[in-house]
């Protein structure tokens, strides 16, 4: 039997959850905490004209790329490096540590949940853009962009209040400081200049009647109603309390087909999409998380988003 190996951190529930799921149904895996590479667990590849082997160990374990037949990915970065390093040197062992890890990524005859190559593809909001539009699916007026002007006009001939929101969101963002979605101001207009060195995303303010978070593991889809008008400081970004989901909706069967076809598009095996429903019935797509989070969701309504992905990572074993 293939042995999964997950691609994590120590602190992340959602692996505490596949773990547990994993060890109940007797599926051989190994967790590897990359905020303990390269301090803390070694990789080594070996290679001849006759073979190629690579090697992890971790937490006293040592596991051969060859006995893996899946991979949970949260994110293949390495992040264990001592207090003391710093500057250029911490630069160079990160970049070295990169490379390393990056030889994974070519792995034949494995299933990622999700590949880092698809979920770097799929993580680009523009990309994203493209692809819902390609299939029809119903996405705000949008313009991403670095060029100041470009955004003003934008902003003058949108019908009704804009909206803007980065790109990414930084691990590195201080608490409290968390990026949401916020309604362009005059004055954030008036010092719109900024974004030359930082190009966001601007889109027409959607009315919503409630919003929608679609959760896909394979072929299933977990939807959950998010009932983010019925508070001020949701309105317009649910985060600000994300926990206030109040029941399970089926999808209208043609955005549930638009939604497979978009994760095929992008080799997807998991996502996590955000979808406004306006008062008239609209399903309005806003962005796929490649490695969104879902245990907030599994835990509120009961949904087996866990026993999903535990059956996706055991089919191959």
Not at 255 to 284: C, N, Q, S, W
């Amino acid at each position: 039997m293939k042995t999964c190996l997950l691609l994590t951190e120590q602190f992340e529930p959602t692996a505490d959850l596949l773990v547990a799921e994993m060890r109940r149904r007797g599926r051989p895996c190994v967790r590897w905490n990359l905020d303990q590479y390269p301090v803390g667990s070694v990789l080594t590849y070996r290679t001849s004209s006759d073979r190629f082997q690579a090697l992890i160990v971790t937490d006293g374990r040592r596991l051969d790329l060859d006995q893996v037949g899946s991979i949970w990915s949260r994110g293949v970065q390495a992040r264990g490096f001592p207090p003391e390093i710093s500057g250029a040197d911490k630069r160079f062992a990160e970049a070295e540590s990169e490379r390393a890890l990056t030889a994974l990524f070519t792995m034949a005859d494995v299933v990622w949940i999700n590949h880092p190559h698809c979920h770097i593809c799929a993580n680009s909001k523009p990309a994203q853009l493209a692809i819902a539009h390609r299939l029809g699916l119903d996405i705000p007026s949008t313009v991403v962009t670095n060029d100041p002007e470009e955004i003003r006009e934008f902003v003058a001939r949108t019908e009704g209040e804009t909206i803007y929101k980065a790109l990414t969101q930084s691990l590195d963002t201080e608490p409290g400081k968390s990026l949401f979605t916020s309604i362009v101001t005059e004055r954030a207009l008036a010092n719109i200049g900024a974004i030359r060195i930082t190009p966001g995303v601007f889109q027409q303010f959607v009315p919503k009647a409630y919003e929608l978070r679609v959760t896909v593991v394979g072929g299933r889809v977990f939807t959950a109603k998010i009932n983010s008008q019925s508070r001020p400081e949701t309105k317009v970004d649910w985060r600000h309390l994300p926990f206030e989901v109040d029941e399970v909706l089926d999808l209208p069967p043609e955005i549930e087909a638009k939604i497979h076809a978009f994760m095929k598009e992008f080799g997807l095996l998991y996502g996590a999409f955000d979808f406004i429903v306006t008062p008239e019935g609209r399903h309005v797509f806003l962005e796929i998380n490649p490695a969104g989070q879902y245990m907030w969701i599994e835990s509120k309504l009961g949904l087996p988003i866990t026993a999903a992905l535990a059956d996706a990572l055991s089919d191959p074993c």
